[in-house]
């Protein structure tokens, strides 16, 4: 079920009513879907799988220069 609570921390979370400019909803929001992806810490090494961890998103979450989000592991960690 699409919540914003999902939207926390994403790049684009500025638009959900936080900015000066009015925009009350990402654009993404209404075709995001939640999805459980594999998250990973932004400089953290991939070569282990458990540098990964499983999170309930939206399919759109960003956060950039902090976790990168992927929808399966690895081709080298399956």
Known sequence: MKDKK???GCDDNFYNGNNPMGVKECWSFKTA???VRYCIGW???QD???NFF???THT???ETGRCAYYDELP???R
């Open 6 to 8: 999902y939207c926390i």
């Open 33 to 35: 879907k939640v999805k």
């Open 43 to 45: 400089w953290t090494p």
């Open 48 to 50: 282990k799988k458990e």
């Open 54 to 56: 499983k999170v309930p």
């Open 60 to 62: 759109c979450h960003t």
């Open 75 to 77: 081709k080298h960690l």
